[in-house]
């Protein structure tokens, strides 16, 4: 690597590329390195193959559970506002050609082994077993 660069950018978590990608728009060479054979630092999302190189390394994946591309497996979920300050460093960093986004469906929790929708309708807060008869009320008059 005989090239020069303003800066060098160790590491492809969202804070690195929020930088790298700040830093290139303003017209500086960047160059962006990480160690892992993927990007994301630890917050990547892994094919079945690097999942489970990471989770049980030298283990074979067992063939059973299909090809490795099938599986997208967020190593920590991603959730921004629309209209936030990171959505809009993004769009200005051009960041947004390489990410998708998805609205939220619902959100869950494990409860004593079962996994329960977290309420985000008043109909849904008076039916939920995750509360109790005063927190129902209050998620109510929050919802109306």
């Given at each position: ?6 800066v060098?950018v160790?590491?492809t978590?969202l804070k ?22 993927y990007?994301g ?26 090809p ?6 967020d190593?920590?979920?991603?959730f921004?506002m ?10 200005h ?8 986004f ?10 004593k082994?079962?996994?329960?929708k977290v309420p ?13 008869l005063?927190?129902?009320?209050r998620?109510?008059s929050?919802?109306?």
């Amino acid at each position: 690597m005989d090239q020069e660069y303003d800066v060098i950018v160790l590491g492809t978590g969202l804070k690195e590329c929020i930088i790298s990608g700040l830093l290139s728009v303003s017209g500086l060479k960047v160059l962006h390195m990480d160690r892992n054979n993927y990007y994301g630092g630890e917050s990547a999302s892994l094919n079945l193959n690097q999942l489970w190189e990471k989770f049980r390394p030298g283990q074979a994946v067992p063939k059973d559970l299909g090809p490795s591309r099938d599986y997208n497996v967020d190593m920590v979920p991603k959730f921004m506002m629309a209209n936030g300050k990171l959505v809009r460093v993004l769009i200005h960093t051009d960041v947004t050609k390489y990410l998708e986004f998805k609205a939220v469906d619902g959100s869950y929790v494990l409860n004593k082994g079962k996994v329960y929708k977290v309420p985000a309708t008043d109909m849904e807060a008076l039916r939920s077993p995750l509360m109790g008869l005063f927190e129902k009320r209050r998620a109510r008059s929050f919802f109306l």
